[in-house]
């Protein structure tokens, strides 16, 4: 049974979300036809490999995108603005990590197994929500379809390759550097990160009251993909001296009572989520568990007595897999019908 | 002007805790009229100095405490709990940092910023709080003086020199060990601590419902020391690799309207607290300026719309001085008026 195959390019092709990416289409076996990669013009000319040929990167700002069916794109959002209408325009579908269209109400914002259907409606491009939305939805949804949340109070835990190469660069570089008693070079970050922890991922902005944009998305996207406009969340986002895997804290206050026992049932059986909850064998989630895998692993559940129907649970997920270049990869299959397996959730 | 002297004594002189009492007494100018250390067999016949002198350390098992007038006492708990009623017979003060008597009601809890009222009431121990505690009730007490606190959600950041020096060595030795491409031994903490985050601090018991021992305390210990028993708190107690100051993302409920501008008016007025919140500057609590400080620093405070008179902030603090040693030094100087500045605050 011959499956579909698709022109497949890859925007940001050299970037940390970029080679991700090419990874996981080569893991899921994903139906490529043609692939190209495009990167800025720094980049161009190097080669990067695809199902073990060689391909040359391509200069983003000169490219034509006839023939591209599908463009998986992780470069800033400044970029996909610039490129991705020339490349709806050339009859591509454009699936991006950035920013640029997240709450465009035009465009959908997509979790495979939170909101497939939203794929449907779309106009050219799909967004890909931020890496610290993805985790907190895939664990929310079953339980808000479950018991109604009321309030989400989460605190973040976050990865320095959230910020990209120059985030893991920089969290080596200082390490090393203040292990061998020189001092640590601050540029990426906006202080040192190793041996440190900085209340300040992305930026702040006049509009916000005090929050970075950062906790600003991870509000608006967990809202917007869940359809829950008016869902009360409270988010505080802190870069932590880890490379891979962002954690949260996530306090959720339910209309009706959720017990542990019950809600491990309930996201055991959801989709994309592992529980790991053992605290009597030291088994819950940690970003070195979870840097890897494709799986938001959720833990360290227990009722929460400090208000009605309320509970804490803490989780660890891949920043750059299910958090970015994965879950593009899964909204490309889920809208050209050629996942690995059928999706069954959500509506 | 003469001011009274002391003969003091410090017990686990030679652990993390320890050497940072040292320190702190001579930094104060604490009027030491004798000084004695003591710890473990094995740590005996080292010397330490102080005010210029060394001092030998003695075998605490044998030691007799006769003629020592207060004890600073920072071992494992079950040690406090063999030694303090000794000493406390000998007619010495103890203020014990370990948990051993901080929840007995017949031992002051004591934050001198807080309930320094509590400390006269003490029958030979006076217990210091958990280093995640008093961060915590510093920021809270004036807030709840004002507005009155109707329910904390608290997530911690904590740095690993709260688990002794073995988790000081354990986090360099791990970073050392990683960059040098050889595998991360796991000795003191639970797990990895190098580029890695642990939602396990001290242990968990059979009856705490899912919740560490850590968690716990920083629940029962705020009730305690603010004397509201029936405090609505929420714990998440999290390891980071961070060798020194915890951090802490705190979520609060009024129950008055609280502004960000009246909070932050109402902590720059408080004692033992900083107000570092500017985040256009990139200004805001981290760690690594809080290490070798005095004050709890506060900032990132911002309101949250999640709920009626809500509100964020962020605060970190050093844990081995004002969240350990400093505290048990101010605690001796309040209840012997030896103290640098009166206490006017509090009850």
Known sequence: MSRRQLNVAVVGATGVVGRQAIEILEERKFPVAGMRFLASGRSAGQTLSFGGELVAVENLATADFRGVEVVLSAPGSSVSREFAPKAVAAGALVIDKSSAFRMDPDVP???????????????????????????????????????????VVVSTYQAVSGAGRKGVDELLGQTAALLNQRPAEVKALPHQIAFNVVPHVEVFRDDTEGYTTEEVKLVEESRKIMGLPELRVSATCVRVPVLTGHSESVNVEFERPASPEAVREVLSAAPGVRVVDDPAAAEYPMPLDAAGGDEVLVGRIRADRSAGNALNLWLASDNTRKGAALNAVQIAELVFGVGPVQLSVGG
Do not use: F
């Not at 939203?118 to 610290?132: E, L, T, Y």
């Not at 664990?139 to 009321?150: E, M, T």
């Open 109 to 151: 914002l997509v979790v495979p197994e939170v909101n497939p259907h939203d794929a449907a409606r779309h106009k050219g491009i799909i967004s890909s929500p931020n890496c610290s939305t993805i985790p907190l939805v895939l664990a929310l949804w079953p339980l808000h379809r479950q018991y109604g949340i009321r309030r």
